[in-house]
């Protein structure tokens, strides 16, 4: 099974000059933890809820709100062509310690690919077992 077929193909997206309450309306209407941060339709990082929270709520940031995201989101992030291997995916997120990658093809982005969608992937027994992990796969 190919990456493609495993991953969350509706995703939103957000600009490095996006506020965090921006990053965080769109965690919420994807209901996930993780954007992708794309300049010029290229990856450029990655912001999750935990980088807002380490980097501006527990460091005080005066205001959060407004703040823009370029400065607090990951700036790089592990990465996996659509046409890899599931596999290659659970490897790669084995090897660096990461839950999600984005997904690329012909370097734009076109998908991301969770732990929980290998895990619905690779482990599904039936349908019963696939409907049972979609709550955790939802979004990214």
Same mark, same amino acid.
Request: proline fraction near 4%; glycine fraction near 4%.
């Given at each position: /099974? $190919? *990456?493609?077929?495993? /991953? ?8 490095? #000059? ?5 990053? =965080?309306?769109? &965690?919420?209407?994807?209901? !996930? ?7 010029? @339709? $290229?990856?450029?990082? *990655? ?8 980097? !501006? ?14 400065? &607090? &989101? ?6 996996? @062509? ?5 596999? =290659?995916?659970?490897?790669? &997120? ?11 093809? #012909?370097?734009?982005? *076109? ?5 929980? #969608?290998?895990?619905? =992937?690779?482990?599904?027994?039936? =349908? ?13």
């Amino acid at each position: /099974m $190919k *990456v493609r077929e495993a /991953m969350a193909k509706t995703i939103s997206t957000a600009r490095p #000059n996006d506020t965090v309450a921006r990053a =965080a309306e769109l &965690m919420k209407k994807e209901d !996930c933890g993780f954007i992708p941060v794309v300049a010029e @339709d $290229k990856l450029v990082g *990655v912001v999750t809820d935990r980088d807002i929270v380490i980097r !501006c709520l527990a460091e005080a940031h005066a205001d959060v709100l407004t703040e823009t995201i370029d400065h &607090m &989101m990951t700036p790089s992030a592990w990465t996996i @062509d659509a046409d890899a291997p599931i596999e =290659a995916a659970a490897h790669v &997120m084995a090897e660096h310690e990461v839950r999600r990658l984005p997904v690329l093809e #012909n370097d734009a982005i *076109v998908g991301v690919i969770s732990y929980g #969608n290998l895990e619905q =992937a690779l482990h599904a027994a039936g =349908a019963a077992a696939a409907e049972a992990s979609l709550g955790v796969t939802h979004g990214a």
